[in-house]
């Protein structure tokens, strides 16, 4: 029986979160994942700083702890934000706690960032304590299976008093097991596994109409194994599903028939593919087949049920989905194991002792958890669960304190120290190194065969060109799970940086020893970077997070490989790569804070043979030396008389022979005995051993706790000092309080002075409206009586006005008033036409300037004309003279008389012409024949004139032309003035 105290309780105390982004109609869950159980926090508020103030709780057994201790078991919480309409659940982040870490003593809560934050923008954090507690609340109560019919057949013997609703499944805590069936026929133990190793064409089960969540839906599956619901490890793509292979088990305490019982009751496992809390499809796995009636099978081998499964979406026929041919339907991978606890574990190690006793290394994994999982390591399309990668064992500098507490509980509870001699170095080397494999023996280990051997090893090398102002004590960490340990690398000790200037790290090279697949080595490495942690370590104050480099782990994928002969003369290819990338700052912008050089290598042994590690029995049995004794010649007979029994021979022999029996058993107790004090001499010192061992660890740990013992006074000293600053502080605050009472109460007088003052105001300025108001009215009634007054005067002077205006219309001097105002209007009109006239004329005379102007031109035309027709008659005459020169004389004279006179008719007429030209200006300047002669001629010419001068300075303007009307009118002025001109003559 496991005692009261050793059941504990992990307490993970989810607190509260802060700079998270507003979303008012979001809430956010945090999720918690522990050994396969999942716990949830309630739903709160999606706000800047949301607080949970939940506690999740999970019972384990001290040594069930002590070897998640070792084997490093995290706990994640992954927290989402959920939309309470539509029920889709978002990943926002996540983070992962080390168990190392709980303590039986409460801790102060930690500040813990989420990791692959959704909102970028956003550091958001989240309060969490994680502590042990002792249990004390009684077991669990037993559960049950569900109620089947029973199935037809042959009922068992042991069986026949059962009913099939009486075979249920008991959860034994302290036994680490599950009970199937009554006790008194559970007889044997067995391990039950189910291992999800692959699957493929998934996207067929997405319909058309299906809505998945926006940014990278979560996909895994889901069954139900004896009452315990198990998820793997949730993927994004479903077209290249490619997550690890995972295997949940449990241990059960039962019989044969029993256990075939129970399978034939359960006879299907229901595997579901969800995405969040929907089903996408399910398949089922019979169980009938493990244990079959009559078989033996199981206790010799375990048995399996394996083979790849389909999955039928739910409601198909709703979906309206076409028959999927076989080769693309969505499938998955399942392998269910039974096998009999001890059966492949005795025929491995067989170690015995002295008086019989049995001593199996499989009894360490009898209080392991109800559900185990194989250790996460490279993925593995392969359908058969895949190994860890084989780790190297943790260094002196990388042990925890946590880890050398359960090495140590693993010394102090290990049983029998006489067999412990017994065990191999090579066991103790394999257990240390695999921390106990998934097998029931925990004794082999397989590596599969299209693995290769790798060894990644990463030097930083130093940081340099420091942006920050002030000097840094930093140290840097990481860690990446991948290469087969989520423990984090330090450097060590702390090296403190300034500005410009280069600090080489000490203790900075790392190497990893490895095997998985290239493909999957690629594949991380494309997708995962290596982030390397920049901590600035304070002696006053807590670590400080400054920056976070990323080192992208593909670059050397397509670095030169060159080669080199491994240690058995293998050909194997290395390759080195080596930059300097930037330090971004953690918090606020995204500034450079230092640069860091590092040099990584990546060496390929090449593949990796399958093999299996057995341990052989090293025990020896200590058997008795067997030595007959030896046979004596019988002597003859005396043929003298009788003779004494005694003396005859055979009595001799037979005293000699009981003799040598008693020598030999002194011999044998002898020796048994100096065996005995070798054997407790070997105790002795291992005791001794084991005394010194303590001792340096009491040492070490009162080192320690003296080192503790004065950061603890310091503490107290810093404690006072900080209670008298509180003091001082509390004491000003309330000095300040009550200058804030006064500052209040005096502002509060002022305030109600000046209420009052502007109550009174305000009172005043309404007196003084009304006494406005009241005179307005009283000078409104005034003003009225004088409008009505003025109105009744209006009225009668209007009368008057009418009165007046009749008497005044019938006297002489209004009619004579009257026609003044006709003749001013018709004056007013005259002096506008005389305006107009005066207007008229000037346009006129313009013309006639123009009229004018062109007549001198035709005049000098023609006199140019008769000028050159002159002059042409006389080159002529000429020239009819010197041709006829020689004619008669006569003929010439008359000739040249003859033309002499038209010349002089010519003449004559011209002279006429210009007479008569005169003449027609004298009669447009008006200057008449007679008596009145000259004075009509002289105003025609006038006439005349000033006709031209209009027509010629219309002309000018370059509006009209001869067609005009208006210059047609004019010509015919002149050419009447013209010919009244000559008709005067």
Request: proline letters at 6%; hydrophobic letters at 35%.
């Amino acid at each position: 029986m496991v005692s009261k105290s050793d059941q504990l309780l992990i307490v993970v105390s989810i607190l509260e979160g802060r700079h998270f982004p507003k979303r008012p109609k979001h809430m956010l869950v945090v999720e918690a994942k522990f050994d396969g159980e999942q716990l949830a926090t309630d739903p709160v508020d999606h706000t800047n700083q949301p607080e949970f103030a939940t506690e999740l709780a999970w019972e384990i057994d001290r040594k069930v702890l002590h070897q998640h201790r070792l084997q490093r078991t995290p706990i994640k919480l992954q927290c989402f934000a959920l939309d309470p309409l539509s029920s889709a659940k978002e990943t926002i982040g996540y983070i992962v706690l080390d168990l190392r870490t709980a303590q039986e003593t409460k801790q102060a809560p930690k500040w813990y960032q989420l990791l692959s934050n959704k909102y970028t923008k956003f550091k958001s954090e989240i309060q969490i304590s994680i502590a042990l507690e002792t249990d004390t609340k009684a077991p669990v109560a037993s559960l049950k299976a569900k109620g089947a019919p029973p199935r037809d057949g042959k009922v068992l013997p042991g069986l026949a008093r059962l009913d099939p609703r009486d075979i249920v499944v008991v959860l034994n805590e302290e036994g680490g097991y599950h009970q199937v069936g009554p006790a008194e026929l559970c007889t044997d133990s067995f391990v039950l596994s189910v291992t999800i190793a692959f699957a493929t064409q998934l996207e067929q089960l997405i319909p058309c109409t299906m809505k998945l969540p926006e940014r990278q839906p979560e996909f895994f599956f889901y069954y139900s194994l004896l009452g315990n619901d198990v998820t793997n490890e949730p993927f994004n793509d479903l077209i290249n599903p490619n997550f690890e292979p995972e295997r949940a088990s449990v241990r059960i305490r039962s019989s044969v028939e029993m256990l075939r019982a129970y399978l034939n009751l359960q006879s299907k496992l229901q595997i579901h593919l969800c995405c969040g809390d929907q089903s996408l499809g399910s398949t089922e796995v019979p169980l009938t087949g493990l244990l079959k009636r009559g078989s033996t099978d199981i206790h010799q081998h375990p048995v399996t049920v394996e083979g790849a499964f389909t999955l039928d979406p739910p409601n198909r026929a709703k979906q309206k989905l076409a028959p999927v041919p076989l080769e693309l339907a969505p499938t998955v991978g399942v392998s269910v194991a039974l096998q009999k606890e001890g059966v492949e574990c005795q025929s491995l190690i067989e170690l015995k002792t002295q008086n019989g006793h049995e001593l199996q290394h499989s009894k360490k994994r009898l209080l392991t958890p109800i559900e185990e999982r194989t250790v996460p390591g490279p993925k593995s399309p392969s359908r058969s669960p895949a190994p860890p990668p084989t780790q190297s064992p943790p260094t002196k500098d990388d042990a925890t304190e946590s880890e050398v507490e359960s090495l140590q509980y693993d010394k102090d509870t290990k049983p029998n120290p006489k067999a412990l001699n017994s065990v191999p170095a090579s066991l103790a080397q394999l257990v240390a190194t695999t921390n106990a494999s998934e097998t029931a023996s925990g004794q082999k280990i397989a590596v599969p065969a299209t693995a290769h051997h790798f060894c990644f090893s990463i030097d930083l090398r130093s940081i340099h060109d420091l942006e920050i102002g002030f000097p840094i004590n930093c140290i840097l960490r990481y860690s990446y799970p991948f290469f087969g340990s989520a423990a984090p690398i330090m450097t060590n000790p702390p090296v403190e940086v300034r500005k410009n200037m280069e600090v080489f790290l000490p203790q900075s090279y790392c190497a990893f020893d490895f095997a998985t697949m290239p493909h999957q080595l690629q594949d991380t490495f494309l997708r995962i970077p290596l982030l390397v942690e920049l901590w600035h370590k304070d002696k006053m104050s807590k670590d400080l997070l400054l920056g976070i480099a990323r080192i992208q782990l593909s670059n050397i994928l397509a670095s030169e490989k060159t080669r080199f002969l491994g240690s058995n003369g293998e050909q194997c290819w290395r390759q080195t790569y080596s930059e300097s990338v930037p330090v971004i700052a953690a918090q606020g912008s995204n500034n450079r804070i230092v640069d860091l050089s590092y040099t990584t290598t990546l060496e390929d042994y090449g593949l990796v043979k399958m093999r299996e590690i057995f341990v052989s029995d090293s025990s020896q049995g200590l058997a008795a030396v067997s030595q007959k004794p030896c046979s004596l010649p019988a002597a003859p007979c005396p043929a003298e008389g009788q003779v004494e029994p005694r003396d005859t021979l055979e009595y001799k022999a037979a005293l000699e022979l009981e003799m040598w029996k008693e020598m030999q058993e002194d011999i044998f107790e002898n020796q048994l005995k100096q065996k005995e004090l070798a054997h407790m001499q070997a105790l002795a010192e291992e005791w001794k051993k084991r005394d010194r061992e303590r001792e340096s660890l009491v040492k070490k740990k009162v080192a320690e706790y003296n080192i503790l013992e004065g950061k603890l006074q310091k503490t107290l000293i810093e404690l006072e000092k900080r209670e008298q600053q509180l003091a001082s502080a509390e004491s000003e605050l309330q000095r300040e309080k009550k200058e804030l009472e006064s500052e209040r109460e005096r502002s509060l007088q002022e305030l109600q002075d000046c209420i009052r003052r502007a109550r009174e105001d305000c009172a005043h300025q309404v007196e003084l409206e009304r006494l406005r108001t009241k005179q307005l009215d009283e000078e409104k009634l005034r003003l009225q009586q004088q409008l009505s007054d003025s109105e009744n005067k209006y009225k009668i002077l209007e009368k008057e006005f009418q009165q007046f205006k009749e008497q005044q219309s019938n006297k002489p001097e209004v009619r004579l008033q009257s026609e003044i105002n006709l003749l001013n209007l018709e004056k007013v009109e005259l002096e506008r036409k005389l305006e107009s006239a005066t207007k008229s004329k000037l346009h006129y005379k313009q013309q006639w300037g123009r009229a004018l102007k062109e007549l001198a031109r035709l005049k000098q035309k023609e006199q140019e004309s008769q000028m050159a027709r002159l002059k042409k008659q006389q080159e002529e005459l000429e020239q009819m003279r010197l041709r006829y020169l020689a004619a008669e004389e006569k003929d010439t004279v008359r000739t040249e008389q003859q033309e002499l006179l038209d010349i002089r008719n010519e003449l004559n007429r011209l002279k006429q012409e210009q007479k008569q030209c005169q003449e027609s200006r004298e009669i447009a300047r008006g200057r008449p024949d007679g008596p009145h002669g000259p004075a009509l001629e002289e105003g025609l010419d006038d006439y005349l004139t000033r006709l031209i001068e209009e027509r010629d300075t219309l002309m000018r303007t370059g509006v009209y032309s001869h067609e005009d009307r208006i210059i047609s009118e004019l010509d015919r002025q002149i050419r009447e003035v013209l010919a009244r001109n000559t008709v005067s003559s």
